[in-house]
């Protein structure tokens, strides 16, 4: 599957924004879905993830509550809606998909990524 990540850009503190990954090739249901991210200077690490179904969703504990992924099996793509964001939020996003339909936190648990989408949040 190939992944491609947009909707990145710059954006006010408390303000929203909705990245979207559009994916193709093999069946988009065959995959869990996770979003990434990478600050300048730190490791990546889990934003969130959603099932096959969409009926399964996990959050890191700093976006919990302001962030909400989501998926559209028929239009084979992945969805974050960023809410309330805050200036440490600002990194690179990356999509990722899994070769199994549960879905993990661990970057090594994802097979497929796409090439990152930056978000940038001015205090």
């Known amino acids: 599957v190939q992944l491609q990540a947009s909707g990145g850009g710059l954006v006010q503190a408390e303000g929203s924004l909705r990245l979207s990954c559009a994916a193709s090739?093999?069946?988009?249901?065959?995959?869990?879905m996770g979003w990434f991210r990478q600050a300048p200077g730190k490791e990546r690490e889990f934003v969130a993830a959603i099932s096959w179904s969409g009926v399964t969703t996990i959050y890191a504990d700093s976006v919990k509550g302001r962030f909400t992924i989501s998926r559209d099996n028929a239009k084979n793509t992945l969805y974050l809606q960023m809410n309330k964001l805050k200036p440490e939020d600002t990194a690179v996003y990356y999509c990722?998909?899994?070769?199994?339909?549960?879905?993990?936190?661990?970057?090594?648990?994802?097979?497929?990524w796409g090439q990152g989408t930056l978000v940038t949040v001015s205090s």
């Open positions: 090739g093999r069946a988009f249901s065959d995959y869990a």
């Open positions: 990722a998909a899994r070769t199994n339909v549960v879905p993990r936190r661990g970057e090594y648990e994802y097979h497929y």
